[in-house]
């Protein structure tokens, strides 16, 4: 084979590699079961600045976990919560991220899966932090002003993750209990995403967006 021929495929090879590595790490406190359920999101976008909407990509956890930095259980709370409701605005449409607001709560987690799903953003009025609501979100479609609350029920988050997230937040958890805490996030993490069970609530509301 052609040297030049031989070094393009060796290049190729050492980045697929690289790119399972990377899907890997991202993803690898999940178990088997969680990544076989995995689904993505389909979003759509304008083909550039001043284009026509028509621009669609499909959007997987591992890319929620590049933007937001690791994997964590509040991400997948997120990216679950996210899925029910963008469902239940769009159907089997994708997310328009032309048309869609959103308020999350107070969790850089919730917050950053907010964001990068909806296509809001502070600074142009479409993309606020809260927390004078119930639930974890209120996304809206501006078209038709339809707009939706996203709960996680009650019960489904084990009470001691958020007791000993307090604690490790206070500097008050050692080394091994913080492993604790980052074992039960993870199982909590698998928990949600190995079955599609009734974890989340999601409710129309009318929503006047100021
Ligand atoms: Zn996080």
New binding site residues.
Partial sequence: MHFIMKSILFSVLIFSLTIGVTIAQNLNVLSEDAIANLKTIRVVDTEFSKGRLGHEQEIELADLVKL?G?L?D??VVGWRALEKGMHALYADEPVDRTNTRLISKPS??LADAGMYISGGRTAFGSFEVRNDFDGLYLIQRIDTQEAVSVSLNEGVKPAIIDEMGSQAVNQELNPCDLQKLRALEDDFSNYLLEEDSNFFTVKHLPLKWT
């Fill in positions: 937001h690791h964590c509040g991400l850089p987690c």
